[in-house]
């Protein structure tokens, strides 16, 4: 199937541990994001990636830093995690070309910090 | 800052009511889209409005966008159990993101 996949789904860990997320997209898209939606279902964009480069690094502490491999994947890696990072993090991907075509969103990741 | 204000945030109503839910900002943009997001899931496009005064229907989805390019509205006829969700409104702003609105949560009951 096409598809936006992020791995895992569900994600319980102790604060202070590090841990990634996976993403992977087969559309053949150019760029991917990552977003996060807090408790109040906000949406919030933390990275852009174009072809493997950087595009856009909101203002997301530093511990967080996003791995792009090729322009198929873009890993979350999330270093001494806090409870504050507890939400539901989305990957996402869309051509460049393409704006109005959107963005195909993965199921996404739910992290619980304990 | 370009933000998009989304009205009501939670709507809670009963099979076969109409609704109608709006994305309201100071910006003009050059489109916008409409996701909706079911529990578990990623949102989901449903449209992308791109000239101003467009309407465009998705079965008993009416979108419509302002004449001013500065807010769009969702019109629901005769709402379905399957219509529950969240609804987001999203366009890109000056830094070529892709921004949301809070949302709105629909609930229809049978």
């Known amino acids: 199937d096409t598809a936006v996949s992020q791995t895992p789904k569900y994600l319980v860990t102790q604060m202070g541990n590090d841990k990634s997320i996976k993403c992977e997209q087969n559309?053949?898209?150019?760029?991917m994001y990552w977003y996060k939606q807090d408790s109040k279902k906000f949406l919030k964009i933390m990275f852009s990636?174009?072809?493997?480069?950087?595009?856009i690094n909101e203002t997301v502490p530093n511990r967080f830093s996003p791995k792009s491999p090729d322009k198929a994947h873009l890993n979350l890696h999330i270093n001494s995690l806090e409870l504050g990072d507890s939400a539901v993090y989305f990957c996402?991907?869309?051509?460049?070309?393409?704006?109005?075509?959107?963005?195909?969103f993965g199921s996404g990741t739910r992290l619980t910090v304990v | 800052t370009q933000l998009l204000e989304q009205s009501p945030q939670f709507l809670s109503i009963q099979e076969g009511e109409n609704l109608t839910v709006y994305c309201n900002s100071s910006s003009v943009f050059s489109s916008l889209q409409w996701y909706r997001q079911e529990p578990g899931e990623g949102p989901v496009l449903l449209v992308t409005?791109?000239?101003?005064?467009e309407v465009k229907k998705l079965k008993r989805l009416t979108f419509q966008f302002g004449d001013a390019r500065k807010d769009s509205s969702l019109h629901i006829t005769a709402a379905q159990p399957g219509d529950t969700g969240l609804y987001l409104c999203a366009a890109y702003n000056q830094g070529g993101k892709l921004i949301f609105g809070q949302g709105t949560e629909l609930s229809v009951k049978p």
């Open positions: 990636y174009n072809n493997k480069e950087l595009i």
């Open positions: 996402a991907s869309s051509q460049e070309d393409r704006a109005n075509y959107g963005y195909t």
């Open positions: 559309l053949g898209h150019d760029t």
């Open positions: 409005v791109v000239t101003g005064g």
